[in-house]
């Protein structure tokens, strides 16, 4: 039976340019035997041919789990993605469909492409940036590490996560790019969050002395000194301030 239809398919599709009749054949066929690779592959063809893109959709995922093979895998994957970014014109899918691909490896060109173009978009960097980051970290790319934490510290809900992030930024943009006025740059908007957490200043203090900023490190924490809540620590807010613009500035103020 599954023979006769894959017979009168080939004779619809090919000779008599009837593919939806075609079709039918092989949704009979893929009812008898629903892994039957050979329907799956025409039935692709075929949807790609009439521009049924929901139902080749629906293909290429049932045929990405039934393949072992992971560049078979991807390979269907990447395809997935492309028709989810362009004809079905949900993002959300690609996105899903590349962090999919990246799992499996996470240095595959193609779907870094695609991420890093959706990237672009404002709308969608936020939810881009987690998926990079591995890619990035594998690669040791300390600038595509800094563009994905600074999205991810703006979408923070979480006032620490947003220090922590800057953390992980200041650290690149000293360790990685020799930057040390953006690093300084990056531990001020830690600390204009979190100005109790004592090490965020400690930082700040070691940086200034090699940009030589000290008079816009001793403005910062005049600024946010009556935001640190605990008394201890603001009282040592106030003894650097002081010590800062008396050492370092000439001020005996």
């Known amino acids: 039976r599954i023979d006769l239809r894959f017979q009168t398919m080939s004779i619809l599709a090919d000779r008599l340019d009837r593919p939806a009749d075609a079709i039918d054949d092989l949704r009979e066929v893929l009812s008898l035997d629903p892994a039957n690779l050979q329907a799956l592959a025409k039935l692709d063809e075929l949807y790609g041919r009439t521009e049924n893109w929901e139902e080749l959709k629906a293909i290429l995922q049932r045929r990405v789990g039934l393949t072992e093979h992971a560049q078979e895998k991807i390979g269907l994957l990447i395809r997935i993605g492309a028709l989810f970014e362009g004809q079905l014109e949900s993002i959300d899918g690609a996105i899903e469909t590349y962090e999919q691909i990246l799992s499996i490896d996470v240095n595959r060109s193609e779907a870094v492409t695609a991420l890093e173009r959706i990237f672009e978009d404002d709308e969608y960097a936020p939810f881009v940036a987690p998926v990079l980051e591995p890619t990035y970290t594998e690669r040791n ?113």
């Not at 040390?180 to 531990?187: C, E, I, L």
């Not at 940086?207 to 030589?212: P, R, V």
């Not at 924490?221 to 650097?240: C, G, I, N």
């Open 141 to 253: 790319d300390w600038q595509g590490l800094v563009r994905v934490y600074s999205v991810m510290e703006t979408s923070a809900g979480d006032p620490r996560e947003r220090v922590e992030f800057n953390y992980k930024i200041a650290r690149l943009q000293e360790s990685e790019g020799g930057d040390v006025a953006s690093a300084f740059n990056s531990y001020a908007a830690a600390y204009r969050i979190e100005p109790d957490r004592m090490n965020t200043m400690h930082e700040l203090l070691r940086l200034a002395e090699e940009l030589s900023n000290h008079r816009e490190l001793t403005d910062l924490l005049r600024t946010m000194v009556d935001e640190v809540a605990e008394p201890t620590q603001r009282r040592e807010v106030h003894w650097t301030i002081a010590q800062t613009l008396r050492d370092k500035c000439g001020d005996p103020e």
